[in-house]
């Protein structure tokens, strides 16, 4: 599923592409995907509207429009949202948004990409539930404190998957964040040190920064915004590394379930 630097890049290429072009034509294959409205709604709410900006909360991508209302896009799985300056007949295309030079391409293998269209005045209440985003400079590591007191009994990586709690961190960055801060993922929340929050709290950081800058991470569906991939699986440390020796100890990286998601630690590094 694309996380924070993968929706964080495609965001910023498709600033590049799409603002300022009018939606002239929108096209589906896959009526389901459009959640709170129909697609004669749909249609007469986007169509001859200009894009006046795009950006992203969390994992959800916000394509603002002149007349005040926002398409909500959520890639979900393996969701991709990708801008041609021709048609591409992608098998997998099964959303397309005409604009005035190019094709706007929502492209999902599984499907459980999601439409939704908002007010631009409702924004905050649709969001209210989201937590704050790990990006935020407001996220600080008091914060982070915060966070892990009130959850105290619960299993450290579940958390930090928790969109209402911390937005932005999906399955690959959570194992790359924890191998980072030297901190096992089995552990539970309120056992962590002051010290050991530090190093979590800079770990999540460091670890989503470097990820934008490498553009996301291309391990199995992930493109950018011009359809290329990533650069940051070929810096991945532990995550679907088991089987394989930890690249500062030597320890074989073992694999494990917690939350019904696979987890990547060093059993060694990680404490
Ligand atoms: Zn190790």
Redesign the pocket.
Known sequence: MPELPEVQTIVSDLHQTIIGQKIVNFETAWEKALKNTSLSEFKKTILSQKITDIQRRGKNILIFLENDWVILVHLKMTGQLIFQNKPSKNKILRHNFFLESGFLEFRDVRKFGSLNLVKKADLEKYFEKLGIDALNPKFTTQKLTKILQKNKTKNLKSVLLEQNLITGIGNIYASEILFEAKINPHRQTGSLSAIEINQLHRAIKKILRKAVRMRGTSDSDYLDGYGHKGHFQEVLQVYRKNGQK??????IIEKSTIGQRSTFY?P???K
């Open positions: 930890c690249p500062i100890c030597g320890t060093c060694h590094c990680q």
